[in-house]
């Protein structure tokens, strides 16, 4: 791993483990001896990071400044090299109403940013309904009476209608810029 970054960014002095608390997650800040950083991030499996690697090729250019730039991508490691961006993390941030409004706007501009970075194209399939077995644990600790049954109807009517259109989306915003 170290060999694959060293190629991509010069020699590197020093790694700071940046994971996520979490046990796949598996990403580095590597110093460079030049004074540069860039981050190091392993993907769980090949589909994770073919995903990621497609979307830093093609869709994420049109963020500009407000997102990393792909350095280096390896598919046998499975691992990517990126720039660092600028910003604050919003991971457990808590901002004043004023700022907060400021903030989601923003990141409304970057989605709509990504979302339209790419032209649409014909959705695959019906809707994933089986993820619906795999999150509710987490949420129903947040969910009112009856809610997870309308999640339920609501999913299974939404499986009906034809399918859509499908955009690049993105599932982690966490900067601000």
Known sequence: MRAFAERAVGRITGWTDVSWAREESRIWRAHGAEGGTGYVKIHQNDRFHQRE??????????????APRLVAADAGLRAVVLTEVGGQSLHGAVHPPKQQRRVFYRIGQLAAA????????QASGTLPLGKLDRHPDGARAHLASGDEEFIRAAAEEA??????????????FQRLH
Do not use: C, K, M, Q
Not at 159 to 172: F, K, Q, R
């Open 114 to 121: 990504f979302h339209g970075s790419a032209p649409p194209r």
């Open 159 to 172: 499986a009906a209608l034809p399918a859509l259109d499908a955009v690049s989306t993105h599932g982690d």
């Open 53 to 66: 690697v497609t979307a830093l090729r093609g869709w994420v250019p049109a963020l500009g400044a407000a």
